[in-house]
């Protein structure tokens, strides 16, 4: 027999927890039965295909409250120059308790942190992805901040509407580094793309400095892309 559960169901489940599926408990109608059970094809999936797709939040700690760098993936230009940092005064988190700094302090060079191949289940082709988070920082000449969005596919990256670097251009912080900046970007998934990937940066010029703090990053997808 083949049963199709619909995600919808689990109306408390936040999704983004979710690392293993399990069966137990099978009943025969009188209560607890015994026996071996064979399961094969088991898949997730969601609803409609061809730009619908489930909606939701798909970013893990996007605020960083955890602490730590659960849900991140690292690629510091030196070591020990990505951390997560308590708000205070002269260092305020924009939300919550806790904010990424990238302090990039090697010339030439980009300090970056990912949120990689999010969404597995829930990113279908062709949905709607809509990025969002806030940001400060200083620079010397050159220093720049960058945040890009990648549509994967099960063999790497592919174009998509919105995608690479957002805005076209660097991140327009405000001029005072104390000073957060909220922003917004949104584009449509690939033709093949199975989950998203976030990337945000702090690169270097000729200077030596890239200071960029990041906080409430937003994943969030559904409906038809466009």
């Known amino acids: 027999a083949s049963y199709a559960i619909p995600l919808a169901d ?16 099978p009943s025969d109608g009188d209560g607890l039965g015994f026996g071996t059970l064979y399961v094969d094809d088991v898949y997730l999936s969601t ?19 955890s602490g ?12 020990g120059d ?7 005064a002269g260092d ?9 700094e990238i302090n990039n302090t090697a010339s030439l060079t980009n300090s970056l942190i990912k949120q990689e191949r999010v969404g597995l289940g829930t990113v279908t082709p062709g949905i709607a992805w809509t990025v969002t988070f806030d940001a400060r920082g200083s620079f010397d000449p050159g220093g720049v901040a960058f945040a890009q969005v990648f549509s994967e596919t099960a063999g790497g990256n592919e174009d998509c509407a919105g995608c690479g670097i ?11 580094p104390t000073v957060w900046t909220p922003f917004s970007f949104s584009g449509t ?3 093949t793309t199975e989950s998203l990937t ?29």
Request: proline share 3%; aromatic share 10%.
């Open 10 to 25: 689990f109306t408390v489940t936040d999704f983004t927890a979710v690392d293993n599926l399990g069966f137990w408990n």
């Open 47 to 65: 609803a409609g295909g061809g730009g619908g797709g489930g909606a939701g939040e798909i970013a893990v700690n996007g605020g960083f409250e």
């Open 68 to 79: 730590d760098f659960t849900g991140w993936t690292q690629f510091e230009a030196t070591p």
């Open 82 to 88: 990505q951390t997560v940092n308590m708000g205070m």
């Open 92 to 100: 305020t988190s924009s939300e919550g308790s806790f904010h990424l």
């Open 166 to 176: 957002l805005g076209g251009a660097p991140l327009a912080l405000n001029a005072d």
């Open 189 to 191: 998934a690939g033709p």
């Open 198 to 226: 976030l990337q945000l940066e702090a690169v270097t010029g000729a200077g030596n400095l890239a200071n960029v703090f990041y906080d409430n990053i937003s994943i969030v997808v559904g409906g038809e892309g466009g």
